[in-house]
């Protein structure tokens, strides 16, 4: 090969890129706003402040046109487990009980008038741990009742005993607004 040849071969990648686009070109076609240039800074999406996200009103309707209905306080009655603590849009507290344990009988009826106080912000799925003694196990149950709070999907925070419906309500608002138990 010559050395022309060669020395040509070599400064072509150089000459390409030195020649570039100009932005007048890039003007006339219509996908010229999907990208950046130097001269042309990358598009700032609008963002929503985390606050204009966040629903104020605490009272979300139970029959929303089109939406599953649910039912506040429920027994579970072997539904997938991952169904049930995927709800959107309101906590979950998912309860293990046992029908001897009267600690329990005080726990269901908190968590009954939570549910009628919050109005449809809290959900309440009443797992009866001698009845589903599998899924008492996968969920580390060594003591009833045991609650875990979900909300999303995520859980947050698991707590044992007996509480009254304020003090369950002051858990849930601290979890949801700082984190803390």
């Known amino acids: 090969m010559s050395q022309a040849l060669r020395n040509l071969l070599l400064c072509t990648p150089?000459?390409?890129?030195m020649t570039g686009c100009d932005d007048a070109d890039t003007?006339?076609?219509?996908?010229?706003?999907?990208f950046t240039t130097a001269t042309r800074p990358a598009p700032n999406?609008?963002?929503?402040?985390?606050e204009t996200l966040i629903r104020k009103d605490l009272n979300v309707p139970t029959d929303l046109k089109g939406a599953p209905k649910f039912k506040p306080?429920?027994?579970?009655?072997?539904?997938?487990?991952?169904?049930?603590?995927?709800v959107s849009g309101?906590?979950?507290?998912?309860?293990?009980?046992?029908p001897w344990c009267k600690h329990s009988d005080a726990m269901k009826?908190?968590?009954?008038?939570l549910t009628e106080i919050e109005k449809g912000n809290v959900q309440v799925v009443d797992v009866n741990a001698d009845a589903f003694p599998v899924l008492a196990e996968e969920f580390g149950i060594a003591k009833v009742?045991?609650?875990?709070?979900y909300t999303e999907g995520v859980?947050?925070?698991?707590?044992?005993?007996?509480?009254?419906?304020?003090?369950?309500?002051?858990?849930?608002?601290?979890?949801?607004?700082?984190?803390?138990?």
């Open 14 to 17: 150089f000459l390409l890129l």
């Open 27 to 34: 003007e006339k076609n219509e996908l010229s706003g999907r």
């Open 45 to 50: 999406p609008q963002r929503e402040a985390l």
């Open 73 to 86: 306080y429920s027994e579970y009655n072997g539904e997938d487990i991952r169904q049930v603590t995927g």
């Open 90 to 98: 309101r906590s979950l507290l998912l309860v293990f009980t046992a």
């Open 109 to 113: 009826k908190a968590l009954k008038e």
């Open 145 to 149: 009742p045991t609650t875990f709070l």
């Open 155 to 181: 859980r947050l925070r698991a707590f044992e005993g007996a509480m009254s419906s304020q003090g369950i309500q002051n858990l849930i608002r601290n979890v949801l607004t700082r984190g803390e138990d």
